[in-house]
């Protein structure tokens, strides 16, 4: 028994340390810096024009970004009984390997060139989008796997997530700057897949019985995650924004959105629940759910009316989620979702998509002026009608969902 003890003592260092040594020779092989400050070195693959603003416009909202990774994310999974301190450190311990691992799997399909990855700050960013759909992911499963599997969970969703956000990205040429899509509906279906393969009746209800929340403790995890949520979220969504005049749509319609979706859970609580007043746990999953919805449209959105009327349906559809959806999940899907990704990501997500697809359809030089070259550019040039690209960014949902459940039902 001691040998046993030892031996899962040291698994998880283990793990870490063969994949550290992995990650190190491979940056070592294949990894520089980004020549975008030498423009003698740069090359179209590298597109160095538009790179040349890392510096610039991408440093505020890459450390806007991290923060949310690191700190938002790592407080929102904090609140199970037993599980809750360490899950944060489970969180860092995810960020940690799987950036390492998406600037690698991104780096060789966005910015390899000549046998080398190029990193700079737009493919850190990159990398920080990637860990957050596998944070969102662990979620789903969160309290009911161990860190060794959180890391194999962690190594195979970066590969598939990576090649998700590759095929609708650029092959399809979907727009999806926040990544309703890519982030939010592929990480929660990615977890909720994982929770399925992995249910187990009798040890699913022990684990129920452990996960009882911490009354007053877990109003102050959530009380900070909220806080974080509402200061970094718009720079999540608007991080990937190439142009600084097109950041302040994404930014404005993501407060709105956040503004309308806590107003409708306040409306909802009293309905569904017996309290006049809702949790401070509803008002963090309706910040998640109205940030999420405006991960694809955020950037698409012509009024600034669309985005209180898109939060506002997230705000109910979160809420609803919870009290009509969960049961269904857990007793006729036998999915436990214990974070309630489902709700926060995964409907919102789906949202959002929606609402990006028929917001295409607005996809006019009338409409959006100069900003159409920088949210359309295949429009903008001529190569497809608005028509078009709605078609594709429709085709980017089951896509993504087939892509998830698949990869889920694998990595399970």
């Known amino acids: 028994m001691p040998e046993h003890n030892a031996a899962s003592r040291f698994r998880l260092s283990g793990l870490c340390f063969l994949l550290q040594i992995l990650n190190i020779l491979l940056f070592a092989v294949f990894v520089r810096y980004s020549p975008e400050s030498s423009s003698s070195l740069c090359s179209p693959q590298l597109n160095c024009s538009r790179r040349n603003q890392d510096s610039g416009f991408q440093h505020p909202r890459f450390r806007d970004v991290h923060l949310q990774v690191l700190l938002g994310f790592g407080l929102l999974v904090a609140f199970l009984g037993r599980y809750g301190p360490g899950s944060v450190a489970i969180s860092i311990l995810i960020v940690s390997f799987a950036i390492q691992w998406a600037i690698l799997t991104q780096g060789f399909l966005y910015f390899f060139l000549n046998g080398k990855i190029y990193v700079g700050a737009r493919s850190v960013v990159s990398a920080d989008f990637c860990t957050a759909a596998v944070l969102i992911s662990t979620g789903a499963v969160l309290g009911r796997v161990n860190p060794v599997q959180m890391l194999l969970l962690a190594l195979l969703e970066v590969t598939l997530y990576t090649l998700n956000e590759y095929i609708l990205l650029s092959l399809m040429g979907v727009s999806d700057s926040g990544r309703s899509l890519t982030v939010h509906t592929f990480g929660a279906y990615f977890g909720l897949m994982v929770s399925r393969i992995l249910h187990l009746p009798h040890v699913d209800k022990r684990k129920r019985e452990d996960q009882q929340d911490m009354g007053h403790q877990q109003d102050v995890f959530a009380v900070v995650g909220t806080i974080y949520l509402w200061t970094f979220w718009p720079s999540f969504t608007s991080a990937t924004t ?54 694809m449209g955020g950037e698409m959105l012509v009024t600034p009316f669309g985005a209180l009327i898109a939060g506002f349906l997230a705000g109910l559809i979160c809420p609803l989620g919870f009290r009509f959806f969960r049961p269904v ?84």
Not at 360 to 380: H, I, M, Q, S
């Open 242 to 295: 190439v142009d600084d005049s097109a950041e302040p749509w994404a930014v404005i319609n993501t407060y709105f959105s956040l503004v309308a979706s806590t107003i409708a859970t306040v409306i909802l609580s009293p309905v569904l629940y017996e309290e006049s007043t809702p949790r401070m746990v509803q008002i963090q999953d309706a910040t998640l759910a109205g940030a999420a919805v405006m991960g």
């Open 329 to 412: 999940l857990h007793s006729r899907l036998k999915i436990q979702d214990t974070c309630g990704v489902h709700n926060v990501h995964g409907l919102p997500g789906i949202l959002g998509a929606l609402l990006g697809m028929l917001l295409t359809l607005l996809a006019t030089a009338d409409t959006y002026g100069d900003r159409l070259e920088l949210v359309f550019p295949l429009v903008a040039q001529g190569s497809r009608t608005a028509a078009d690209q709605a078609f594709w960014q429709l085709c980017a949902l089951p896509l993504t969902l087939l892509l998830a459940t698949l990869g889920g039902c694998l990595t399970g």
